[in-house]
C-alpha cells in the first residue's frame, strides 16, 4: 500500500548543441506528497558539483537558473545521493510504500544510472526505489484521453494550473510536476509504477 510519491526531477550539465558527454546531474531536488492527505508534505534540494565538466555553459545557466558558485560550493553526487538517501529514511520511505514521479523516463532510466556509474566512486548499489516509477505523463494520458502528453508546461496549461518558479530549476519542476500529479490523482487516476529500469 503505498502512502507517498516522491516527485522527482533532476537537472544536467547542458549546452546548445550535441549532447554533453558525460551529462553530469547538477540539482537533486525532490517534493514529497502525502498520497492521504494529498498535500507536499516536505522537500529536498541539493546542488551537485560536476567532475568531468566542472563549468557550467551559459547556455545551461540561463536554461536552469542555475549559477557556477552554486555547483562550486555544492558536494559531489556520492554525497548528495546519501543525503536523499538519508531525506527517504527519515520519513520512513522504501519501495513497499512510496513511490518515485518522474516527467518521462530521462531521469531514473537514463540520468541516475549514468550518472552513477560515471561518479567517482562509482555508486554499485542502488535502492531498489530508484529502480521503477510513475511516469506522470503516462496518467496524463489517462485522464485527459490522449495519446501523447505535451511537456510540463503543456499539461499545466491543459490542466489550467499557472507555472510556479523557473522552469528548468529542478525544485520549482518538482513543485509543478507535483501539483499536475495531484490534479490528475483528482481526476480519478490511480497511483501506480509505470516504467522500470534495467
Not at 179 to 195: A, D, H, Q, T, W
Amino acid at each position: 500500500m503505498y502512502t507517498h510519491a516522491i516527485i522527482l526531477d533532476f537537472e544536467a550539465t547542458c549546452q546548445d548543441g550535441p549532447r554533453i558527454s558525460p551529462q553530469e546531474i547538477i540539482e537533486f531536488p525532490s517534493v514529497l506528497v502525502s498520497l492521504e492527505r494529498r498535500e507536499v508534505i516536505d522537500e529536498f534540494q541539493s546542488f551537485v558539483r560536476p567532475i568531468h565538466h566542472p563549468r557550467l555553459t551559459d547556455f545551461c545557466k540561463k536554461l536552469t537558473s542555475i549559477q557556477q558558485e552554486d555547483v562550486d560550493k555544492a558536494e559531489l553526487f556520492p554525497d548528495v545521493f546519501q543525503k536523499h538517501l538519508a531525506w527517504l529514511k527519515s520519513h520512513d520511505l522504501t519501495e513497499n510504500n512510496a513511490f518515485i514521479v518522474t516527467c518521462g523516463d530521462w531521469d531514473l532510466k537514463s540520468g541516475f544510472p549514468a550518472q552513477c556509474s560515471h561518479s567517482e566512486p562509482v555508486i554499485e548499489v542502488v535502492p531498489p526505489i530508484y529502480q521503477q516509477w510513475h511516469n506522470v505523463k503516462h496518467s496524463f494520458c489517462d485522464a485527459q484521453g490522449v495519446e501523447k502528453a505535451p511537456g510540463m508546461r503543456g499539461m499545466l496549461k491543459a490542466l489550467e494550473l499557472p507555472l510556479v518558479g523557473w522552469h528548468h530549476r529542478g525544485i520549482d519542476d518538482c513543485r509543478n510536476i507535483a501539483r499536475i500529479f495531484l490534479k490528475l490523482m483528482e481526476k480519478g487516476i490511480s497511483p501506480e509504477i509505470s516504467s522500470v529500469s534495467g
